[in-house]
């Protein structure tokens, strides 16, 4: 279906290739297995299950201008004289790894991803469900999440367990870091918008610091907000 073909283009169900080894590749059900109230349940998390790196390349989607861009965790190794190599060669002479390298893969078009965009950009503002992860003088754009852990005793959705989370990126303009912050069973409150967004809030913070990225007033107005009102009418 198309639905299941998006999904695979954001990442899901499929190895990232990004060097680690034994990557975890998720679980996506065949459409051909679906039953009818698959198709809903996975609309929103349920059925469906994706590592954190799949999470993060997904989120990226609507950082890169609607393309899926492969992740990696080592950019480049260096010889003993000091050159970059961007593989490595076995003792066969084989290439055993690659790094930093990927092609990029289109998964929706700009201007879609751009209105996408505004809406988790409005998530951090006010009124939005992640107003706790907003960082003064940047805009901060992303998506909080609470879902409910399977219970395999039960079989079924444990009404108790939760995973709290929000992945995020910023500045939402032009994307330097991409953080995704997962709490397992929070003693308090179970939204991501109230557990997640603060460790996120902290962690971006620092980061943007530290990268010298320098803070703008008008970096968290609310001109984004009144844009994607303005979008949806």
Known sequence: TRFHEYIMRFGFGRRPNSGIAAEATGR????KKWQTIDHANISFGQAILVSPLQMVSAANVFANEGEWVPPFIVEYAVDKKGNKLQEIKDVEGKVSHKFGLGVRSPV????VAELVRKYLISVTQKGGTAQRAAILGYQVAGKTGTSQIYDQQLGRYSKTRYIASFVGFAPA???LVTVLVVVEQPRTSHYG???????F?????RTLLFKDVLPFPEGNSEETTAQVETASR
């Open 193 to 199: 918008g109230t557990i997640a967004a603060p460790i």
């Open 201 to 205: 809030k902290e962690i971006v913070q």
């Open 173 to 175: 303009s032009d994307p």
């Open 28 to 31: 996506v059900i065949s459409p």
């Open 108 to 111: 929706v078009e700009g201007s």
